[in-house]
């Protein structure tokens, strides 16, 4: 029933930009927390970016922070990740996930959906 599809990965030049969404349909409630997680060849799947289910508050692994942008529209039917000035270590699979939980972690399993994830490529 829960469903969460992402879209928009690409192949992209460094310094340049991409948009990931995620449609999100199904979830029991609307106060989840929505996150963006990335997994690279042979690394572990790690935080990204999350957005609150309690105040919408939004948090960046250090990595991003100032780069990339975490965003929903009103009803939570679809969870953002703004990229600009892209590098090369950007490259990685991208997937959304969503917590019932009020506050963001980049712990992976807490988190009670996943989407299949999108394929960022940044090529220098």
């Known amino acids: 029933e829960v469903q969460l599809v992402e879209s928009g990965g690409g192949l992209v030049q460094a310094g340049g930009s991409l948009r990931l969404s995620c449609a999100v349909s199904?979830?029991?409630?609307?106060?989840?927390?929505l996150s963006w997680f990335r997994q690279a060849p042979g690394k572990e799947r790690e935080g990204v970016s999350c957005?609150?289910?309690?105040?919408?508050?939004?948090s960046y692994t250090d990595a991003v922070k100032g780069r990339f942008t975490i965003s929903t529209d009103d009803a939570k039917n679809t969870v953002y990740l703004q990229m600009n000035r892209l590098k090369p270590e950007d490259t990685a699979v991208y997937y959304c996930?969503?917590?019932?939980?009020?506050?963001?972690?980049?712990?992976?399993?807490?988190?009670?959906?996943w989407g299949q994830g999108t394929q960022v490529t940044v090529s220098s």
């Open positions: 996930a969503a917590d019932a939980g009020p506050l963001c972690y980049f712990v992976t399993s807490i988190y009670d959906y």
């Open positions: 199904g979830l029991p409630s609307n106060a989840y927390t």
């Open positions: 957005i609150s289910g309690s105040a919408g508050s939004t």
